[in-house]
């Protein structure tokens, strides 16, 4: 852990929209992987917990002349002015600054849902009811990420338990890092459009790094200087002016 | 020194104010929130020795490949497999949590009946050998021919081993009848053989070779064949230079990925096939053999010389100039043209089928590299001489006793299609599948087979692959008490109804018997799951070999290639001019109606094919929609008054059904466009089946396909 710690790593990804079909794996992926409960029957798209959630953006135009983009929305991992980080009363969310991750620490949370007033990409999602899966599927939880309580925020954080794996399997093969084949969040791993690339943004070499310097590469509301790590690739303008807007009441 | 009581308040208070800026609270925070993570409501997570496997999922007959990494020998996570040599290595969302369906609350764990029919229907718990008598007295009442009708067997997933047994079953009964349902071949296939004479072949897709695919209505990203196979061919598209042409009258996910998409009038794909052939023939596109090795080539000229694009453009909706580049374009190489069937909408109608296969033999796609090539059937299978009988072909009230199959298919048809099937009376129905279902509501007797993962299954060739293969899925759960083999079921039935027993008395044994053919074929290899090597069957020592090469994991590949040596080759089949003469002017629907059109996503049509955490895409958010909403375009709802999120009441001749409506630019205007899908996590009763919705307003015509319904809407 502390040598990969020295390296200091960025993790981030670039999302092609132009290859995403919308078909959802990397959500269901994600909820797998992360032990996040299927939802109570009362539960909507506002009040459900999904830590990637893809949504489905339109150019506003007729039937005819209608284009579609479907855009994977998690945690962008903001770099700068992390808004969550700052409004927290109890420093649940913290950056690492060793992977660049921003995390959330479930145990500290309060529950105050700041973080979730602050996130500008809506990408926190508060824990409504008790986890609950249908009975026997327990035993078919990820042991190496907890289940989170009732009461507290969450959100998605590159598949941290994937990043320990990782670790300990470099530690037991005495690296000074990680491989960049062994740590892959699920969602990556799910794509069947291969649309997600994930890596070290640090490593000027590494393909991410390459893709978020590429033209039409953007992030979404860079104005408002967050840094996001999270960037997104479509040669189509219109998407690209749509994540620039700031959307209005 | 004495202390006064101001002092040892101070002393307190200070004291007091002093923790607050220590790690006490912190500490006491901290421990209290970790002893709520570990109360009774929070689950404990697995322990113990983490394992891989390479095995299959079945939820589909796509079978991706599958590699699950397991916690104490059960499965925690399902990922695809890139490497896997089908190009099958990616899951779709419904096969990522696949391993939760065996702790569906809905999964049935013992037999059940019910007492009576319709909706005062009670589910009641029944031991399975009073099944099993009932079921055999009703056989010998049939054989003794003291009662009408026959016995059948539906087949949702033909082509397996089991399929051999059901078919050999159906052999020993009286009137026995093997049946498939609808879109359970790939329709265009199905229609090519129809056309022509392939002798004992299979046509399929040469896909990986073929520059342009011309698809009405396949959902190639969304469920067709195999997905992950079709989305890495359309992602490599810069590198293969394929074409994808969509017509499809609404924006599907398809659609979007397409490089043209051509948003036909839903009803009209026919006329816009016809007219491709017409651009075709005007054009002299086709190759000049094509005249003479048509039996009916002159009566087609003649046909779609009434389908001049122009004229045709104000019938489907696409432009003169669309049709012709279209036309142009699958004419300029080899290309594929493919109808589509939506696991809930059905196949099309045979007349439009056949219009759009035939363009297949129109540009010489038939046995062209890149185009429809042949393969060898899997050794042994359908190796029987029961027929396969199309369910809607069954004539209508001739079923006694029907024996269901639950395995997925990954589509879903009418009830009502079934139901016109069965004597009057309702027959008598044995459902052999995991979950109460939709399905389970036309029962009498509901048999739990295993789940997913829970016992070793065929994966046979997906459709349209242009290689013949075999593979199994692997059990990595174990079976619930009470849980039983249809394939022991029916050979229980058989012994006790005085029928000569089945040589094959289990499902393994069924596969086991499929394994020893391939062998005994000499054909083919068989890839290693674990290093992807690659073993001739010929080179193997003995029949152990292949079946443990399978058990790891394993998949068969046969080697074998079939030339296309056709005698008879027709156009247009029994299908006559007459069929298509309603397409040669616009049609203008009554007013006030709407064209109803069933939609649902493979494996996700009905609640209990889907796993509960399926709710992030189907409930938690807006990717997609629940069963029980009907989409409609903006311009739709407000010509009939209505709001985004309205409740209204949707009508038919089959009856009435409410639904919530939303607002969707991707439908074509004019067209409701009804989700027959899950509701992971319903609140139906586990005791009752829940209704059929939407799917029940359709009306199956006499040719057994329901793809449109005139329907009328209005708020509730």
């Given amino acids: 852990m502390e040598q990969t710690a020295q390296s200091k790593s960025q993790y981030g990804m670039v999302i092609d929209l132009d290859r995403c079909t919308g078909c959802g794996a990397c959500m269901v992926a994600c909820a797998v992987e992360n032990n996040v409960a299927p939802a109570e029957q009362k539960a909507t798209d506002r009040t459900g917990n999904t830590w990637l959630r893809v949504y489905t953006v339109t150019n506003g135009e007729e039937f005819r002349d209608l284009d579609t983009v479907f855009v994977p929305m998690g945690c962008q991992q903001c770099g700068t002015h992390t808004p969550c980080v700052s409004v927290c009363p109890q420093n649940a969310v913290e950056v690492d600054h060793a992977t660049g991750i921003v995390a959330q620490i479930p145990q500290r949370c309060l529950g105050c849902r700041y973080c979730m007033a602050a996130c500008p990409y809506h990408a926190r999602y508060f824990n409504w009811w008790d986890p609950q899966w249908p009975k026997g599927t327990e035993s078919l939880l990820n042991p190496d990420v907890a289940p989170r309580m009732r009461g507290v925020v969450e959100k998605c954080n590159f598949c941290h338990g994937r990043l320990h794996t990782a670790r300990t399997k470099a530690a037991a093969e005495g690296k000074k890092g990680i491989e960049p084949g062994d740590y892959i969040p699920a969602c990556v791993e799910s794509c069947p459009s291969q649309a997600i690339v994930f890596g070290d943004l640090a490593d000027e070499s590494s393909t991410v790094a390459q893709l978020s310097r590429s033209s039409d590469t953007f992030q979404f509301l860079p104005g408002l200087g967050t840094a996001p790590k999270v960037s997104y690739h479509s040669a189509r303008e219109w998407v690209r002016k749509m994540a620039a807007r700031v959307p209005t009441a | 020194m004495k202390i006064t009581r101001r002092e040892l308040l101070t002393f307190a208070g200070g004291s007091l104010l002093g923790a607050l800026f220590t790690p006490i609270p912190w500490k006491l925070l901290d421990d209290s929130s970790i002893w709520t993570q570990n109360w009774s409501l929070i689950p404990g997570l697995p322990r113990g020795p983490e394992t891989f496997t390479a095995t299959r999922c079945a939820l589909c007959p796509a079978g991706c490949a599958v590699r699950a990494r397991r916690i104490d020998g059960q499965p925690v996570t399902l990922a695809g497999i890139p ?31 019910f007492t009576g029919k319709g909706p005062d229907a009670t589910l009641v718990p029944v031991g399975l050998d009073e099944i099993v008598s009932e079921v055999a007295r009703t056989i010998q009442d049939l054989s003794a021919a003291s009662m009408p009708g026959s016995i059948a067997i539906l087949d949702q997933r033909p082509g397996r081993a089991v399929s051999g047994m059901y078919r050999e079953f159906m052999g020993m009964c009286p009137q026995g009848t093997y049946i498939v349902p609808p879109g359970a071949e790939e329709p265009t296939l199905a229609t090519l053989q129809r056309l022509c004479d392939f002798n004992e072949a299979l046509p399929c897709f040469d896909l990986e070779n073929t520059g342009v695919i011309l698809s009405f209505g396949s959902d190639l990203l969304d469920g067709w064949s195999s997905p992950s196979h079709t989305a890495g061919l359309i992602r490599n598209r810069n590198q293969n230079g394929l074409n994808l042409i969509q017509a499809e009258g609404v924006k599907s996910r398809t659609a979007h990925q397409a490089n043209t998409w051509l948003p036909v009038i839903p009803g009209t794909e026919a006329a816009l096939a016809l007219s491709i052939g017409h651009v075709i023939i005007r054009d002299g596109l086709h190759p000049r053999e094509i005249e003479k090795g048509l039996s009916d080539f002159q009566t087609y000229k003649n046909l779609v010389a009434g389908f001049p694009p122009d004229a045709t453009a104000a019938v489907t909706g696409i432009a003169a100039q669309a049709i012709t580049t279209t036309a142009h374009a699958i004419a300029s190489g080899p290309s594929v043209v493919i109808a589509g069937c939506n696991p809930a909408g059905g196949p099309f109608d045979h ?83 995991p979950y109460l279902s939709p399905r389970s509501a036309g029962a009498d007797y509901l048999i739990p087979s295993p789940a997913a993962y829970e016992s070793m299954e065929e994966i046979s060739t997906r459709s349209g692959a242009s290689r013949s293969s075999f593979a199994l899925s692997l059990p990595l759960l174990s079976q619930p008490e009470g849980t039983v083999d249809p394939v022991a079921f029916l050979a229980k039935v058989a012994e006790q109804a005085g029928l000569p027993v089945p040589g094959l008395t289990s499902s393994e044994a069924c596969l086991k018997q499929r394994a020893h053919d391939i062998w005994a074929s000499k054909r083919g290899s068989l890839t290693a799951a674990a290093d992807s090597a690659v073993t001739p069957v010929q ?35 029994s299908i006559t001019p007459g069929h298509f003469q309603p397409l ?60 985004d999120g309205a409740r209204v009441s949707i009508s038919t001749q089959s009856g009435t059904v409410t639904a919530d409506v939303v607002a969707d630019p991707a439908i074509i205007p004019g067209v409701i466009h009804a989700i027959v899908g899950p509701s992971p996590n319903n609140a139906a009763p586990t005791d009752q089946p829940e209704a059929e919705g939407l799917l029940g307003l359709c009306v199956v015509g006499a040719d057994g396909t329901w793809r449109i319904t005139e329907a009328t809407i209005a708020r509730a």
Avoid at chain 2, 95 to 111: D, E, S, V, Y
Avoid at chain 2, 366 to 377: F, N, Y
Wanted: aromatic share 4%; with cysteine.
């Fill in chain 2, 83 to 113: 490497t896997d040599p089908f190009k099958n290595g990616a899951l779709c969302p419904m096969g990522i949590a696949g391993h939760h369906l065996a702790f569906h609350p809905l999964r049935l764990r013992q037999p059940f009946a």
């Fill in chain 2, 351 to 433: 007349a439009t089928e056949t219009a759009i296969a035939g363009l297949n033999l129109l540009v010489g796609n038939v046995g062209r590299k890149g185009g429809i090539t042949l393969r060898a059937r899997t050794p042994s299978a359908e190796a029987s001489t029961v027929p396969a009988v199309a369910l809607a072909n069954v004539p209508d009230h001739s079923i006694r006793l029907l024996f269901v199959d639950g395995a997925e298919s990954g589509n879903i048809f009418p009830a009502s299609l079934l139901r016109r099937k069965l004597t009057p009376d309702g027959g008598t129905v044995v459902l052999m599948s």
């Fill in chain 2, 539 to 573: 080179g193997m020592s003995g029949e152990e070999d292949l079946w443990k090469g399978l058990s790891e994991g394993g998949c068969w590949i046969d080697g074998e290639e079939q030339r296309a040596s056709t005698t008879r080759r027709s156009i247009l089949g």
């Fill in chain 2, 584 to 643: 040669t002017a616009p049609v203008k629907p009554a007013p006030g109606t709407l064209k109803l059109m069933a939609f649902g996503w493979r494996n996700a049509t009905m609640t209990a094919s889907v796993a509960p955490v399926l709710s992030k895409i189907f409930q938690e958010s807006h990717l997609r929609s629940l069963g029980g909403k009907v989409h409609l375009n903006p311009s739709t709802i407000a010509a009939h008054a209505l709001v």
